[in-house]
């Protein structure tokens, strides 16, 4: 009897002893956190065919008690209809699947002889707030979600409460979702083998189907990132959900609840503004952040990213911020305070409203700050810096070192303090133009197309030396690259990369300063 009892209360069910780490008796994909988390392969609407195949599902909302019953037995008793406001809560959470999974549901009528493959309906229960029913269980009982009507406010699932989440759990069931423990509610657990999800990862801030609390006690609004990786596996994702640049907003109240951010391309942004808290942000896919109140105190790991979601962009609350990049060329606007942005990977931009000349700005190895009227951000592993008339560019080791070390070989060191050749070379190099491709970029825009071999020495060493070549000097280096030893951009490189050239550029310095663009 393939079905899920779900507590009232505590004390109405027993969970059994768990592993601090994952039991996985039943290796269904090969990753624990699906195979912890659904009822198997078999158990799902689309059972039949592949994984992750397209599949409708018909629902509709009891009139009446089935004549095949599944709603009554010695903890749960009578029945009603789903409410106006339960009835507006399944189709809210349906639709919102429909978005994110391969799945259509379509509502039907329902009567005693025609109905949905999914069916709502209430009863009353002694031990438990809900149950369901996974699909392909057998008979007409598969699909059938029942709620309690003893418990008054899962009459009024509202986003955010409790019994929306109890919902949200039991349409789980109903799409083959299971508990990532082995308990039940009023049932007693048993010694027996399965897949059971280890202490660390059995709470609500991985999957929704589990009976224990995230550590802060929210209810979830939606599904958590171990159920979403488990439902995209059996019905696979819809690649167009949040697919534009999408800006996911929160609030001090954000902190009440459990969220997730699932988002499947775009340049994409979390946005803290109208959060007063300081924020913990972890940009990466699969992580948690800790974002707005919860009671009189910050929520700690209450939001979440979707295991396939890259946010590009942050924007900071008005406290004191510590935040984690991902891969991506992240983009952070800091708020006020005293904030820690770690860039992690990519070419990442810290943006300021205000102009240069109201910050100051200076880096020490890998680490930047920047100060100004009410804030100190300590930047780590952020490339640049972008005031409203000016950027700052710090990755001297990296694209920033290589177009200073472009000018000053082919245009000469005094064109270093030329912002918009440098924002030039920043685009192209950040744009995947190589190093020996912006060089010979260089040699074209000052010397042309058919420079000859001679008028690139000429220019590469008057640049680095400070003078006009001898004709020896100018014989010993067109002849390089006449025999084939160098292309001329390679020649160029060669020049770029002299202690000379450094000198001439104050490549220390500005590894300091940072190198200015437009």
């Avoid at 079905?3 to 004390?11: S, V």
């Avoid at 599949?55 to 599944?70: E, I, L």
């Amino acid at each position: 009897m393939l079905f899920q009892r779900d507590p009232l209360a505590d004390g109405t069910w027993q969970a059994a002893n768990l592993s601090p780490t994952p039991v996985v008796a039943y290796s269904y994909t090969g990753d624990y956190r699906i195979d912890c988390v659904i009822e198997g392969l078999s158990y799902r609407w689309n059972a039949g065919s592949s994984l992750g195949t397209p599949v409708t599902v018909t629902y509709s909302f009891m009139k009446s008690a089935p004549w095949y019953g599944g709603n009554e037995g010695a903890d749960s008793y009578g029945f009603s209809q789903f409410t106006t406001a339960q009835k507006e809560a399944v189709r809210s959470i349906l639709s919102k699947l429909q978005a994110e999974l391969n799945i259509k549901f379509v509502e039907v009528s329902d009567s005693y002889s025609s109905y949905g493959e999914m069916r709502f309906g209430n009863n009353e229960q002694l031990y438990s707030v809900g149950y369901a029913w996974v699909p392909n269980a057998g008979g007409d009982v598969e699909g059938d979600v029942w709620i309690d009507s003893l418990t008054p406010s899962n009459m009024n699932p509202t986003v955010g409460s409790y019994a929306y989440a109890t919902l949200v759990h039991e349409i789980g069931h109903a799409l083959g979702l299971k508990h990532p423990g082995n308990y039940n509610a009023g049932t007693i657990a048993q010694d027996e083998p399965g897949n059971y999800l280890g202490t660390a990862e059995d709470n609500t801030n991985y999957t929704i189907m589990s009976y224990y609390d995230a550590a802060g006690g929210q209810p979830r609004d939606w599904f958590a990132m171990y159920d979403l990786l488990a439902l995209k596996k059996l019905y696979g994702a819809d690649t167009t959900y949040n697919a534009g640049n999408t800006v996911h907003a929160f609030t001090n109240a954000s902190g009440t609840k459990l969220s997730i951010i699932d988002d499947a391309a775009g340049s994409d942004t979390i946005d803290l503004s109208a959060v007063t808290v300081g924020a913990t942000v972890d940009m990466r896919p699969g992580t948690f952040s800790s974002v707005g109140k919860n009671g009189l105190q910050g929520a700690v790991n209450n939001v979440s990213i979707d295991t396939a979601t890259t946010i590009e962009n942050l924007i900071g609350t008005s406290g004191n911020d510590v935040v984690l990049g991902n891969e991506a060329a992240n983009r952070f606007t800091l708020g006020q305070g005293n904030n820690t942005a770690d860039g992690n990977g990519g070419i990442d931009t810290a943006v300021y409203a205000g102009t240069r000349a109201s910050y100051q700005a200076s880096a020490s190895g890998e680490t930047v700050t920047v100060s100004g009227t009410g804030l100190r951000d300590t930047l780590v592993d952020v490339e640049r810096v972008k005031f409203s008339n000016i950027g700052l560019a710090f990755d001297l080791g990296g694209h920033a070192g290589e177009t200073a070390k472009v000018i000053g070989a082919v245009l000469g060191a005094d064109d270093i303090a030329n912002e918009g050749l440098a924002g030039s070379g920043l685009f192209l190099l950040d744009g995947g133009t190589s190093y020996a491709g912006l060089l010979d970029f260089a040699l074209d825009y000052v010397l042309g197309t058919t420079a000859s071999n001679r008028e690139v020495v000429d220019l590469l060493f008057t640049n680095i030396a400070g003078r006009a070549p001898t004709t020896s000097e100018a014989g010993y280096y067109t002849g390089l690259i006449t025999n084939g030893s160098f292309t001329q951009a390679g020649l160029a490189m060669m020049a770029a990369e002299t202690p000379e050239n450094a000198w001439n550029v104050g490549l220390v310095g500005l590894a300091v300063t940072g190198l200015e663009f437009a």
